[in-house]
């Protein structure tokens, strides 16, 4: 099964508005990444957060991570109608300089109405 | 290359038949990574390749599925007798890999739409 969960499943928002989604993961881990998708196609990484790191912002995009609580949190600010994608989270157990498998969630739908 | 290129784009095959379907990682990358996502979905592991370490095939579903990796570069991703349960989008990804700080981040390509009647 997934380790990764996200929510909520779907959210839909307004342009301008602020968007949400949050991850939670079940066994420790060397980071986590937040991938969108379009039109079920490939996937397009945004940012990484480490297992050592509580927040990180890119652009419009700020992650935070909770490992005591095993969570994590993608919140993209004043959102666009090209934002509208699936947002994954996936988890990174392996090595800190290897290559590892990620564990994907489900995935969040955002849409963002114009 | 620029990207993660994967072909081809989409393959309909009926069941019962063998499908190969190959990835091309980007240069210098020294891993490579084959997932499956069925329709609405997340993203399923199958199998994982690493320089010239022996892969990590724990995520096949079935000895019906199996992968090569030809010098350290192209992947080829082989589904033998395909069930209709096989239909899904199958996603290859590559990342710098071992030895190098890079925290594992993963480039995917566009993927590959296998359909199974």
């Known amino acids: 099964s997934q380790q990764g969960e996200e929510d909520p499943q779907a959210l839909s928002i307004q342009e301008g508005e602020n968007a949400t989604m949050n991850c939670s993961y079940k066994?420790?881990?060397?980071?986590l990444q937040w991938y969108r998708q379009n039109s079920g196609r490939g996937l397009v990484h945004l940012i990484l957060?480490?297992?050592?790191?509580r927040e990180k912002h890119s652009g419009r995009l700020r992650v935070t991570l909770d490992t005591s609580k095993k969570s994590s949190s993608l919140l993209i600010t004043a959102s666009r109608a090209a934002d509208t994608a699936s947002y994954f989270c996936?988890?990174?157990?392996?090595?800190?300089?290897?290559?590892?498998?990620?564990?994907f969630g489900e995935g969040t739908q955002l849409t963002v109405n114009p | 290359g620029a990207g993660v290129s994967q072909s081809p784009s989409n393959k309909v095959t009926e069941k019962g038949k063998d499908v190969e379907l190959r990835c091309d990682p980007i240069?210098?990358?020294?891993?490579l990574y084959w997932y499956r996502q069925s329709l609405g979905q997340g993203l399923e592991f199958l199998i994982y390749?690493?320089?010239?370490?022996?892969?990590?095939k724990s995520g096949l579903p079935s000895d019906r599925f199996s992968a090569e990796r030809t010098g350290g570069s192209v992947s080829t991703l082989t589904i033998q007798r395909t069930q209709q349960e096989d239909s899904a989008v199958y996603l290859c990804?590559?990342?710098?890999?071992?030895?190098?700080?890079?925290?594992?981040?993963?480039?995917f390509g566009p993927g590959t739409r296998l359909t199974v009647l």
């Open positions: 390749f690493q320089g010239n370490s022996a892969p990590d």
């Open positions: 957060i480490r297992s050592n790191e």
């Open positions: 066994t420790s881990i060397n980071n």
């Open positions: 996936a988890t990174d157990e392996g090595e800190e300089t290897s290559g590892s498998r990620l564990t």
């Open positions: 240069s210098g990358h020294t891993a």
């Open positions: 990804a590559s990342s710098l890999g071992i030895g190098v700080p890079t925290y594992n981040e993963q480039f």
